[in-house]
T-cell receptor, first 115, second 110 residues
Framework: DTAVSQTPKYLVTQMGNDKSIKCEQN?????MYWYKQDSKKFLKIMFS???????INETVPNRFSPKSPDKAHLNLHINSLELGDSAVYFC??????????????FGPGTRLTVL | DAKTTQPPSMDCAEGRAANLPCNHS???????VYWYRQIHSQGPQYIIH???NNETNEMASLIITEDRKSSTLILPHATLRDTAVYYC???????????FGQGTELSVKP
C-alpha cells in the first residue's frame, strides 16, 4: 500500500493555464506538506497543513493555493502557470507534535513542465 | 536554523562502510540532527536523527561529536541501492519546517 501518493506523476502544460496536483496519505497523519524541487535540485518547503489548517506558508506566490478537504488530502492548485513553476513537487506527511513533525514521509513527486 | 555543511559528493565501494560527514558548528542546544536521503527520481526518505548520543537503527548509525558541532552518518555495508543524495538537517521544534541543503551525492560502486 502506498503511504503517500500523488497524481499525476507527470504534468505538461502551457503557460497561463491552471492546474492541480493531488496528494493523499493513508498513514493517519494530521500534518501534510508541499515541497518544490527546482532544476538545481534544491528542495524547499512551500506549505504545511495541520488538520486542514495552514501552518507554514513560505512566501509562495498567491497563484499557489493549497486546499485540504480532509486531513488525508492536501491538493495544490496553481493558477496562471509560469515557466519558473517547472519543477518537481513533493507532498509529505507527518504525525503532529514536537519532533514528530520532523519525521516526514514523502510522496513520489509530480514533475511539472510548463511550456 | 543552524546551517550545515556537507561534501558535495563521495564514492564508496559496495559492501564497505559509507561515512558521510556533516558540520553544524552553530547548532543550538535544543536542535537535533536529522538525516534524509533522496534516491534518484524518488521523494526524500527519513533515515535517522539524534540529539547528542549516538543512534543506530536498521538503516544506519549516527555519530555526533561531543561538542555537537559535527556528525557522521554511517551506512555499515553500502549497497548499490544506497546510491542517493544524503541530506543532513539541523532542526528543533519548528513544526516540521525542514530546510534541505545541497546534500552529499553518494555513489556506491561495484
Amino acid at each position: 500500500d502506498t503511504a503517500v501518493s500523488q497524481t499525476p506523476k507527470y504534468l505538461v502544460t502551457q503557460m497561463g493555464n491552471d492546474k492541480s496536483i493531488k496528494c493523499e496519505q493513508n498513514l493517519g497523519h494530521d500534518t501534510m506538506y508541499w515541497y518544490k524541487q527546482d532544476s538545481k535540485k534544491f528542495l524547499k518547503i512551500m506549505f504545511s497543513y495541520n488538520n486542514k489548517e495552514l501552518i507554514i506558508n513560505e512566501t509562495v506566490p498567491n497563484r499557489f493555493s493549497p486546499k485540504s478537504p480532509d486531513k488525508a488530502h492536501l491538493n495544490l492548485h496553481i493558477n496562471s502557470l509560469e515557466l519558473g513553476d517547472s519543477a518537481v513537487y513533493f507532498c509529505a506527511s507527518s504525525q503532529v507534535g514536537g519532533l514528530s513533525y520532523n519525521e516526514q514521509f514523502f510522496g513520489p513527486g509530480t514533475r511539472l513542465t510548463v511550456l | 536554523d543552524a546551517k550545515t555543511t556537507q561534501p558535495p559528493s563521495m564514492d564508496c565501494a559496495e559492501g564497505r562502510a559509507a561515512n558521510l560527514p556533516c558540520n553544524h558548528s552553530t547548532i543550538s542546544g535544543n536542535e537535533y540532527v536529522y538525516w534524509y536521503r533522496q534516491i534518484h527520481s524518488q521523494g526524500p526518505q527519513y533515515i535517522i536523527h539524534g540529539l547528542k548520543n549516538n543512534e543506530t537503527n536498521e538503516m544506519a548509525s549516527l555519530i555526533i561529536t561531543e561538542d555537537r558541532k559535527s556528525s557522521t552518518l554511517i551506512l555499515p555495508h553500502a549497497t548499490l541501492r544506497d546510491t542517493a543524495v544524503y541530506y543532513c538537517i539541523v532542526i528543533g521544534n519548528q513544526g516540521g519546517k525542514l530546510i534541505f541543503g545541497q546534500g552529499t551525492e553518494l555513489s556506491v560502486k561495484p
